[in-house]
């Protein structure tokens, strides 16, 4: 990456800048090196100073915006991790903002990280990628043969129950919203309970759907992590469908609006783990049961969990979500000073 010095003489903005990009289950995820340091000893306080950066929120409004990425781009910066334990730390962004967590970018960076010989990889079985997140340590596990990746598992931090049976009002009625947080906060509803389906044709109403219910919810105590106060949001809607539950693995198809009306084309990986916790509380996914999850253009994600030891009166998983991540492309992008677009626009 090459840069000019911003306003207070540092050198601080792109003039180019290179990024990979991957897919998981059909959702993007645009790595690209951060190519200043931000102040923090955690990758959770660089989140906070990233929110204030000038210079950072450019480049992120640069490579998410178009011309260079649309409205539904997602990627991450990648930052010293925490300490020592884990390989590297990583911001995610999206066109609003920086999320606290992501699990298709997960197990995206995983494969990149295996890819790019940047850890000491088995061909022949498991590799470890230690990723610090804005919410915690998560891991990625790579599973491998012959040299090449079948597979990927996201394990995330543990997620818990927020609360069941909130009532929100809404254009389409009353709906009733679990939320679970599974590394960001999401509110969970029922499809049937709108006379919905989860098809593409029904997208457009689950995004003002999303939209209406996280306005609601985020003026309620419900979007403020009980221990982190700097998550305090309702970052999606999960629009969810059953699909039965056949022996022991449960199957959902569901579509997830994240930010501000941004469409999850794969199952949602931090969406998922918050799922499996509520499907815990309400009895219906058990240890040593699997749910299998869908998202509204069929791509899936499976996923499992372990239960760890209450905390007060919460009870944590650990859910373990497994899909692949493929790379789609090596940029080198440009960003001509004399361009009054630089930062991008969006049209939703």
Request: charged share 25%; hydrophobic share 35%; net charge negative.
């Amino acid at each position: 990456m090459t840069t000019t010095p911003n306003n207070e003489g540092q050198t601080r903005r792109p003039v180019t800048c290179s990024a990979v990009d991957y897919h998981t289950a059909g959702e993007p995820f645009r790595i690209v090196n951060l190519p200043w340091a931000l102040p923090g000893d955690t990758v959770a306080a660089r989140r906070m100073s990233a929110l204030d950066d000038d210079d950072t929120q450019l480049l992120r409004r640069s490579l998410c915006h178009e011309p260079r990425g649309h409205a539904d781009m997602y990627g991450g910066f990648i930052v010293p991790p925490d300490d020592a334990e884990a390989h590297f730390g990583v911001l995610f962004w999206h066109k609003d903002g920086f999320s606290t967590a992501c699990g298709h970018g997960t197990i995206a960076l995983g494969a990149w990280a295996v890819q790019n010989k940047l850890v000491d990889s088995d061909p022949e079985g498991i590799t470890e990628v230690v990723i610090d997140v804005p919410s915690g340590r998560v891991r990625a596990l790579v599973r491998s043969v012959g040299g090449e990746i079948q597979d990927i598992d996201f394990v995330s931090v543990p997620s818990h129950t927020k609360a069941l049976d909130v009532r929100v009002e809404t254009s389409q009625g009353t709906v009733n919203c679990d939320l679970g947080f599974g590394g960001a906060i999401y509110a969970q509803v029922n499809a049937a309970d709108l006379g919905l389906e989860v098809v593409p044709e029904n997208l457009t109403r689950f995004i003002d759907l999303g939209r209406e219910i996280q306005g609601v919810l985020n003026e309620s105590a419900h979007a403020i992590h009980d221990e982190d106060d700097r998550i305090r949001e309702i970052y999606g809607t999960i629009f969810y469908e059953d699909r039965g539950k056949v022996a022991s693995t449960l199957t959902q198809r569901n579509v997830t609006i994240f930010a501000d009306g941004q469409v999850d084309r794969s199952p949602c990986g931090s969406g998922t783990a918050s799922r499996v916790a509520v499907l815990h509380s309400r009895g219906l996914l058990t240890e040593g049961d699997q749910l299998e999850h869908q998202s509204i253009i069929g791509s899936r994600f499976s996923a499992i969990f372990t239960r760890s030891s209450p905390t007060g009166d919460t009870v944590e998983v650990v859910p373990t979500i497994t899909g692949t991540a493929r790379i789609t492309g090596r940029h080198e992008f440009v960003f001509d000073p004399q361009d009054d677009l630089v930062s991008g626009f969006v049209l939703r």
